[in-house]
């Protein structure tokens, strides 16, 4: 069954998530929200409103990876060890398999953590510790614990595929399909020897202990429109297509990235346009929130000094991985590499030369750092 304009009223009534007089009463509207999917969003002015994916066509990629999403749902409702992540999520419905329909809440007056960030120029301490709730509510360190879970086998436990970058030389990377931006971040990286020899340990660090994202970025968290500083944040996570059992500082790492990304992107785009750079955006201003997210993640975890110091050291060796791999993110529809790629490259090798001093001066996390600290990364 194709879901269209036509036929998804009649599908909702099958399922009684709508009823006859609702639709009569003109309680019922639908509108065309797709992306990678086919998604409807139903009711958006009458709530209970309903966001309804369905995978385009017959793509067994994208149907694996909307059974990952519902997977998610599925044990955040019905599994014990995931039952607080469901306080960050949007109310899951139901997962029609057959049809590969999911069908979760439309949250009403949100807006994703992205655009706040970037319309406002605030970057609230709340916010961030409720980045670490959140995160921390899914994430698993106990060796052994995830493994034995009815989950574990549900997923494919995969490696990012940063970190096979270094398994194929530049020859056989050169005759991939990649495009020709994407291309020349792998020149300027194989070709770099220090480069390469500063990311073949990072491999060897992965642990599979965890449920992860896997796609952690701030378009893909979702925030209450009405959000000021006076109340606390309602913060949730969508977008689990790429889910998998792995390494949870891979997630956490993200956060720092997106941090840096934000601050790298507006930087450029003030210099391109002749501007000095506002001070809301610059990272000196984003610090103390990167340091809340760090401080209060690690108190949800309950961790040691020692192992707190550990972790972190990971996470700065996973963060200039991240940016690594945004490198080729923003480079799929380039032809040619991009002032931001070169910048995030250049990024990502300064924070595995010099990963102590990034804690302090680049995350801010240990002491704040100057303008002129702050740019000379």
Request: some cysteine; hydrophobic content about 40%.
């Amino acid at each position: 069954m194709i879901l269209t304009f036509e036929n998804i009223a009649h599908y909702l009534l099958e399922k009684g998530l709508v009823t006859l007089d609702d639709i009569v009463a003109g309680k019922f509207s639908v509108r065309d929200n797709s992306s990678r999917n086919t998604n409807f969003a139903v009711n958006k002015e009458h709530p209970p409103g309903y966001l309804v994916k369905q995978v385009r066509a017959k793509d067994m990629e994208k149907t694996q990876t909307m059974r990952i999403e519902a997977t998610c749902y599925w044990l955040a409702n019905n599994d014990e060890q995931y039952q607080v992540l469901k306080n960050f999520l949007p109310k899951y419905h139901e997962y029609d398999y057959l049809n590969h329909i999911l069908i979760i809440e439309l949250l009403p007056e949100v807006q994703s953590l992205y655009d706040y960030h970037y319309g406002t120029g605030n970057f609230p301490i709340p916010v961030a510790e409720s980045l670490a709730d959140l995160m921390a509510s899914y994430h698993c360190y106990e060796l052994g614990k995830v493994q034995q879970g009815r989950s574990f086998q549900l997923f494919k436990k995969n490696k990012p595929w940063v970190f096979s970058l270094l398994d194929n030389s530049l020859d056989e990377w050169m005759n991939s399909s990649m495009g020709s931006a994407e291309k020349q971040v792998l020149q300027l990286v194989l070709k770099n020897q220090e480069f390469v020899e500063l990311l073949k340990p990072i491999r060897e660090d992965w642990e599979v202990t965890s449920l992860l994202h896997g796609d952690i970025k701030f378009p893909n968290f979702i925030i209450n429109r009405s959000y000021d500083e006076s109340a606390a944040p309602d913060v949730r996570l969508i977008d689990w297509e790429l889910a998998d059992m792995g390494d949870p500082l891979w997630d956490v790492a993200a956060i720092f990235q997106n941090y840096l990304s934000l601050w790298v992107s507006v930087e450029i785009a003030n210099q391109q346009q002749g501007q000095k750079q506002l001070q809301t955006f610059s990272l000196e201003n984003m610090q103390p929130s990167i340091n809340a997210f760090w401080k209060k993640y690690v108190a949800n975890n309950g961790w040691d000094v020692a192992d707190t110091q550990a972790k972190l050291d990971k996470t700065v060796r996973y963060t200039a991985f991240k940016l690594l791999h945004s490198c080729f993110e923003s480079s799929q529809y380039s032809k040619d590499i991009q002032l931001f790629t070169a910048k995030t490259l250049q990024l990502s090798l300064n924070l595995l030369k010099f990963p102590n001093e990034a804690v302090g001066e680049l995350l801010g996390i240990q002491k704040q750092c100057n303008n002129a600290t702050a740019t000379a990364y």
